[in-house]
């Protein structure tokens, strides 16, 4: 089998996976106990006429069956009623500059982890039982047992409250007129500084652990004691034997880790006001946006989906063993 | 040898085993530093209402966010509540969520894993399928959903991380019951005509057990974090006061801005530390049960 | 005169649950030219053996007495620096399984091109240029060289490897359980390849096996060792016809010959010893049919018999093995 029906796999795959949420999402809203009506559309802000057609757009009247069907076909188009909170469709909502902005915070915060892990861990492993192994295998421990909102209010006490070198929340600075695409862009990377750190600090810990333990397992092959054997360099068996086997598990797992990235980010968000998806579920939550917070989990379940497809497809090209 | 004599040499052997296991565990520098820290944490927990010098009800309203001072060890939050107190009174939901949610995490993950893997077939595709995609699904959110839909109580945030929880520990208990059934052992049990049931028991449980042991551990500190990560978003349980929970407060009512770090520092402090003893000790427990990286 | 020579080899792992003595007082001389067996059950010490010859032992293995004699120079004693300069250049070596000792995501041809640059001082293209001879020498497909191991069937990696092995044209090749987990033909192909290689390249070579049956028809001298020792130590055919140790003697009775027939295969009861705490007196009397009480007490001493050979049991002049 070649790479084009691998990826085909994968994308077969990743359909089942998508009706697979479908059918969760469904399951969540209309079947568990409770008034679906109540969940969706009995909300006081909303017009007779809007509740009518809303009705109509669920099929809410008709039976389950009938209804999972529209249901599926509403998710195609991301069709998930209107927001209570926001009185607009849920679609406009999720489909906005929030989501630029949470790729904006999770996308680099992702790549600087998986460096900053593979790196360090790289050496950790290198220097097994060293100093700055036993240290960094620590830090990586304490990372991740700290509550990553907690890491982010640290970083406004330390960084705004104290040291007043970076702003307390938000995305922007409220009511300010950009003179031109610089300052824009100095503004919002100013405000994108402290949740990026946080996300990097908190992701950072797991890679390197799994990066020395990868590394470490790759050192105790044979092919390892029989490129020593072999007389190479050092740096020769460190990366052209060593890394170049252990790196490749990372790349499978990036993908896996979106799902654990997400969830940082929701919480990253929340702690600094950062006007992205994160942010939006929380607010759903508190106003009991039920409509709002079915399309966000929707967006981000398909995201984690999207991203684990596309890894698999790296690594089956990077991998020469993979056998599709 | 008489039946007498075969269980006292069994009981010798299991306390050789158990002996051994620990004089390896006690020279484990995370694994002894984890346990002081979580005896601590239990002490506490359990004795909250002897140590605390006031309860979570007793509020102070005349003197919120007063700072440190020798009434107040660690001050007071926006009711004038005593946050030293609350820090101990809040050890027990944690723990209680934190212990409770990973038992039924484990408890469904082995359920799913044995099934699975004992019987094959299309079941294990099935549900290999469903794990795979509990795996790959957005945990937070997902707890998060679950929760705004259930309602805040202890209880359902137990219910809600437990069933997002349980398909790591599925994919473990999977595969070693996957390969346990291969064992030449089970397969001679099997021609013997023993049932599945025996064999079940008999056999997979045995050999899965260390396992089990290992992920609850584990997943006790995945449980708190979620918990007090829900408990943030303002997700708790209101009639059970938690460090996540005192984190959310602090933050709504503007504890940083004002730079009221007495606030914020303890539970956060708290969670980190309690998680990370349980992470201690589970690191020194895979270095116990995985020989690979044993040290020498 | 001995090409290599190992006297005294004492190598001891320091565990968690005590102290292995997986090599204990190892002494035996590879002559120019000769292929020299060991044999012995897993776990008694042969591969722990062949790794102190090649300074690659773990870092918890100790080495408590002994030498390694190669052209006058106790390699035991050099520095790292000097050892560099005889590993792979002058003393090579097949592993136990090449699979896991091919690295799995780099091409056959390039990994054996690492060991070409790195021990001899010639262009890149020139060792590319080398490698498909020794690809030919080994009876490799030469258009394969940028194949990846797992595109190779057992008995060819095994190959791949022997070509890496005699990549920078040594002296000896120590092959470490070259054939197992091949099946008996691709076995033979293998021994005879090693065979033929001695004779065209004058290579020395120390074969480490499990397999007495496997190495009979392709060795010159064979030692046998158990739980650490070696208890047998002489020419093929000697050894074939006049086994002097019961363990040496139920090793050859343990797989079936052609064309006898019927024979009852013997099976050796029991598992080797722990290495923690070997049996005191002669390690193997808890598995000896023969033990006496003596076995039990007293370490039998390694002797020499007629210039024949050597053996370390007290019942050796009073038992009569005959195969």
Same mark, same amino acid.
């Given at each position: 089998?070649?790479?084009?029906?691998?990826?085909?796999?994968?994308?077969?795959?990743?359909?089942?996976?998508?009706?697979?949420?479908?059918?969760?999402?469904?399951?969540?809203?209309?079947?568990?106990?409770?008034?679906?009506?109540?969940?969706?559309?009995?909300?006081?802000?909303?017009?007779?006429?809007?509740?009518?057609?809303?009705?109509?757009?669920?099929?809410?009247?008709?039976?389950?069956?009938?209804?999972?069907?529209?249901?599926?076909?509403?998710?195609?188009?991301?069709?998930?009623?209107?927001?209570?909170?926001?009185?607009?469709?849920?679609?406009? /909502? #999720?489909?906005?500059?929030? @989501? %630029?902005?949470?790729?904006?915070?999770?996308?680099?915060?992702?790549?600087? *982890?998986?460096? =900053?892990?593979?790196?360090?861990?790289?050496?950790?492993?290198?220097?097994?039982?060293?100093?700055?192994?036993?240290?960094?295998?620590?830090?990586?421990?304490?990372?991740?047992?700290?509550?990553?909102?907690?890491?982010?209010?640290?970083?406004?006490?330390?960084?705004?409250?104290?040291?007043?070198?970076?702003?307390?929340?938000?995305?922007?600075?409220?009511?300010?007129?950009?003179?031109?695409?610089?300052?824009?862009?100095?503004?919002?990377?100013?405000?994108?500084?402290?949740?990026?750190?946080?996300?990097?600090?908190?992701?950072?810990?797991?890679?390197? /652990? #799994?990066?020395?333990?990868? @590394? %470490?397992?790759?050192?105790?092959?044979?092919?390892?004691?029989?490129?020593? *054997?072999?007389? =190479?360099?050092?740096?020769?068996?460190?990366?052209?034997?060593?890394?170049?086997?252990?790196?490749?598990?990372?790349?499978?797992?990036?993908?896996?880790?979106?799902?654990?990235?997400?969830?940082?980010?929701?919480?990253?968000?929340?702690?600094?006001?950062?006007?992205?998806?994160?942010?939006?579920?929380?607010?759903?939550?508190?106003?009991?946006?039920?409509?709002?917070?079915?399309?966000?989990?929707?967006?981000?379940?398909?995201?984690?989906?999207?991203?684990?497809?596309?890894?698999?497809?790296?690594?089956?090209?990077?991998?020469?063993?993979?056998?599709? | 040898?008489?039946?007498?004599?075969?269980?006292?040499?069994?009981?010798?052997?299991?306390?050789?085993?158990?002996?051994?296991?620990?004089?390896?565990?006690?020279?484990?520098?995370?694994?002894?530093?984890?346990?002081?820290?979580?005896?601590?944490?239990?002490?506490?927990?359990?004795?909250?209402?002897?140590?605390?010098?006031?309860?979570?009800?007793?509020?102070?309203?005349?003197?919120?966010?007063?700072?440190?001072?020798?009434?107040?060890?660690?001050?007071?939050?926006?009711?004038?509540?005593?946050?030293?107190?609350?820090?101990?009174?809040?050890?027990?939901?944690?723990?209680?969520?934190?212990?409770?949610?990973?038992?039924?995490?484990?408890?469904?993950?082995?359920?799913?894993?044995?099934?699975?893997?004992?019987?094959?077939?299309?079941?294990?595709?099935?549900?290999?399928?469903?794990?795979?995609?509990?795996?790959?699904?957005?945990?937070?959110?997902?707890?998060?959903?679950?929760?705004?839909?259930?309602?805040?109580?202890?209880?359902?945030?137990?219910?809600?991380?437990?069933?997002?929880?349980?398909?790591?520990?599925?994919?473990?208990?999977?595969?070693?019951?996957?390969?346990?059934?291969?064992?030449?052992?089970?397969?001679?049990?099997?021609?013997?005509?023993?049932?599945?049931?025996?064999?079940?028991?008999?056999?997979?449980?045995?050999?899965?057990?260390?396992?089990?042991?290992?992920?609850?551990?584990?997943?006790?500190?995945?449980?708190?974090?979620?918990?007090?990560?829900?408990?943030?978003?303002?997700?708790?349980?209101?009639?059970?006061?938690?460090?996540?929970?005192?984190?959310?407060?602090?933050?709504?009512?503007?504890?940083?801005?004002?730079?009221?770090?007495?606030?914020?520092?303890?539970?956060?402090?708290?969670?980190?530390?309690?998680?990370?003893?349980?992470?201690?000790?589970?690191?020194?427990?895979?270095?116990?049960?995985?020989?690979?990286?044993?040290?020498? | 005169?001995?090409?290599?020579?190992?006297?005294?080899?004492?190598?001891?792992?320091?565990?968690?649950?005590?102290?292995?003595?997986?090599?204990?007082?190892?002494?035996?001389?590879?002559?120019?030219?000769?292929?020299?067996?060991?044999?012995?059950?897993?776990?008694?010490?042969?591969?722990?053996?062949?790794?102190?010859?090649?300074?690659?032992?773990?870092?918890?293995?100790?080495?408590?007495?002994?030498?390694?004699?190669?052209?006058?120079?106790?390699?035991?004693?050099?520095?790292?620096?000097?050892?560099?300069?005889?590993?792979?250049?002058?003393?090579?070596?097949?592993?136990?399984?090449?699979?896991?000792?091919?690295?799995?995501?780099?091409?056959?041809?390039?990994?054996?091109?690492?060991?070409?640059?790195?021990?001899?001082?010639?262009?890149?293209?020139?060792?590319?240029?080398?490698?498909?001879?020794?690809?030919?020498?080994?009876?490799?497909?030469?258009?394969?060289?940028?194949?990846?191991?797992?595109?190779?069937?057992?008995?060819?990696?095994?190959?791949?490897?022997?070509?890496?092995?005699?990549?920078?044209?040594?002296?000896?090749?120590?092959?470490?359980?070259?054939?197992?987990?091949?099946?008996?033909?691709?076995?033979?192909?293998?021994?005879?390849?090693?065979?033929?290689?001695?004779?065209?390249?004058?290579?020395?070579?120390?074969?480490?096996?499990?397999?007495?049956?496997?190495?009979?028809?392709?060795?010159?001298?064979?030692?046998?060792?158990?739980?650490?020792?070696?208890?047998?130590?002489?020419?093929?055919?000697?050894?074939?016809?006049?086994?002097?140790?019961?363990?040496?003697?139920?090793?050859?009775?343990?797989?079936?010959?052609?064309?006898?027939?019927?024979?009852?295969?013997?099976?050796?009861?029991?598992?080797?010893?722990?290495?923690?705490?070997?049996?005191?007196?002669?390690?193997?009397?808890?598995?000896?049919?023969?033990?006496?009480?003596?076995?039990?007490?007293?370490?039998?001493?390694?002797?020499?018999?007629?210039?024949?050979?050597?053996?370390?049991?007290?019942?050796?002049?009073?038992?009569?093995?005959?195969?």
């Amino acid at each position: 089998m070649g790479l084009r029906e691998f990826v085909f796999k994968r994308l077969i795959d990743g359909a089942i996976l998508f009706f697979m949420t479908v059918t969760l999402n469904f399951f969540l809203f209309r079947v568990m106990p409770g008034d679906p009506t109540a969940f969706l559309i009995e909300n006081p802000k909303f017009t007779a006429e809007t509740r009518k057609a809303l009705l109509k757009l669920f099929g809410l009247d008709k039976p389950l069956w009938e209804q999972y069907l529209i249901y599926i076909k509403n998710s195609f188009t991301f069709n998930f009623g209107i927001s209570f909170q926001y009185l607009a469709p849920v679609r406009d /909502l #999720i489909f906005s500059v929030r @989501l %630029l902005n949470t790729l904006a915070l999770m996308i680099p915060a992702t790549l600087l *982890a998986t460096i =900053l892990g593979v790196i360090v861990g790289t050496v950790a492993a290198w220097r097994r039982g060293s100093k700055f192994d036993s240290t960094s295998t620590f830090v990586s421990l304490v990372f991740y047992s700290t509550p990553v909102y907690w890491i982010g209010l640290l970083v406004m006490l330390v960084f705004a409250y104290y040291l007043g070198i970076l702003p307390f929340r938000g995305s922007i600075t409220p009511g300010i007129k950009y003179e031109n695409v610089f300052q824009f862009a100095a503004d919002y990377l100013w405000h994108l500084t402290g949740p990026l750190l946080t996300l990097t600090l908190v992701n950072f810990g797991g890679y390197l /652990l #799994i990066m020395r333990s990868n @590394l %470490l397992d790759v050192f105790s092959q044979d092919y390892i004691v029989a490129a020593r *054997a072999k007389g =190479l360099s050092e740096r020769t068996i460190l990366f052209s034997y060593g890394m170049r086997n252990a790196i490749l598990p990372i790349v499978t797992l990036t993908g896996l880790n979106m799902a654990f990235s997400i969830s940082g980010a929701v919480l990253t968000e929340t702690v600094f006001s950062w006007y992205g998806m994160g942010r939006l579920i929380y607010e759903a939550v508190n106003q009991r946006d039920y409509p709002l917070l079915e399309g966000i989990f929707f967006l981000l379940a398909l995201m984690v989906i999207i991203a684990n497809i596309i890894t698999d497809i790296i690594y089956a090209y990077l991998d020469p063993r993979i056998k599709y | 040898m008489n039946k007498e004599s075969v269980r006292i040499k069994k009981i010798k052997l299991f306390g050789d085993r158990v002996l051994e296991f620990a004089r390896i565990y006690y020279r484990n520098k995370y694994g002894l530093a984890g346990l002081i820290i979580l005896t601590f944490f239990i002490f506490l927990a359990l004795f909250a209402p002897f140590i605390a010098p006031y309860t979570p009800s007793d509020t102070f309203l005349a003197e919120p966010f007063s700072p440190p001072s020798s009434k107040f060890l660690l001050g007071t939050d926006e009711l004038g509540r005593d946050i030293f107190s609350l820090l101990i009174y809040g050890t027990w939901t944690s723990m209680t969520v934190g212990v409770l949610a990973s038992l039924l995490t484990v408890i469904i993950g082995t359920f799913v894993g044995i099934y699975a893997g004992y019987y094959g077939g299309i079941v294990q595709s099935i549900l290999m399928r469903l794990t795979d995609f509990f795996l790959i699904l957005p945990a937070l959110p997902l707890m998060i959903v679950l929760a705004a839909i259930l309602g805040p109580s202890i209880w359902n945030i137990i219910f809600v991380i437990s069933i997002v929880s349980w398909p790591v520990t599925a994919r473990v208990i999977m595969s070693q019951t996957l390969s346990v059934k291969e064992s030449s052992y089970v397969e001679a049990s099997k021609a013997l005509g023993a049932g599945d049931t025996y064999i079940i028991f008999r056999h997979i449980l045995p050999n899965v057990t260390p396992l089990i042991f290992a992920y609850v551990i584990l997943n006790i500190a995945g449980a708190i974090l979620a918990e007090a990560g829900l408990s943030f978003l303002g997700l708790g349980d209101p009639s059970h006061i938690s460090w996540g929970m005192m984190l959310y407060y602090a933050d709504q009512f503007g504890a940083l801005v004002a730079g009221i770090w007495w606030y914020i520092l303890p539970p956060g402090l708290a969670i980190s530390l309690l998680v990370l003893s349980f992470m201690m000790i589970g690191y020194a427990l895979d270095e116990i049960i995985n020989p690979r990286i044993r040290r020498r | 005169m001995s090409i290599l020579e190992v006297n005294n080899l004492r190598v001891y792992y320091d565990t968690m649950r005590g102290e292995v003595k997986a090599v204990d007082g190892v002494s035996f001389k590879l002559e120019k030219g000769e292929i020299f067996s060991i044999v012995g059950e897993s776990g008694c010490g042969k591969t722990t053996t062949s790794n102190t010859i090649m300074r690659i032992l773990p870092p918890e293995a100790v080495i408590k007495s002994g030498s390694i004699t190669f052209d006058g120079i106790n390699l035991l004693e050099i520095p790292e620096k000097e050892m560099k300069k005889i590993r792979w250049k002058r003393i090579a070596m097949v592993f136990q399984n090449a699979m896991n000792a091919l690295n799995p995501v780099k091409n056959v041809g390039s990994q054996i091109v690492d060991a070409i640059t790195t021990h001899l001082n010639i262009p890149e293209a020139e060792a590319w240029r080398k490698v498909k001879e020794l690809f030919e020498l080994v009876g490799l497909d030469p258009s394969r060289l940028k194949d990846y191991p797992h595109e190779f069937s057992g008995g060819m990696r095994q190959r791949v490897f022997i070509a890496m092995a005699l990549s920078c044209d040594p002296e000896i090749l120590i092959a470490d359980e070259p054939t197992t987990g091949l099946d008996v033909i691709v076995q033979r192909n293998i021994l005879n390849l090693l065979r033929d290689l001695r004779k065209k390249l004058g290579l020395s070579i120390i074969l480490i096996t499990h397999d007495l049956a496997a190495v009979a028809q392709v060795s010159d001298k064979i030692a046998i060792m158990y739980a650490g020792k070696i208890v047998e130590y002489g020419n093929i055919y000697d050894i074939f016809t006049r086994p002097r140790h019961p363990y040496t003697y139920l090793l050859i009775k343990s797989f079936p010959k052609i064309g006898s027939k019927k024979e009852r295969l013997v099976t050796i009861k029991g598992s080797p010893p722990s290495l923690i705490n070997p049996p005191k007196g002669c390690r193997f009397h808890p598995r000896c049919p023969y033990a006496i009480e003596k076995c039990r007490i007293e370490e039998p001493p390694l002797v020499n018999i007629n210039n024949k050979g050597l053996v370390a049991c007290h019942l050796y002049d009073q038992l009569n093995l005959v195969i």
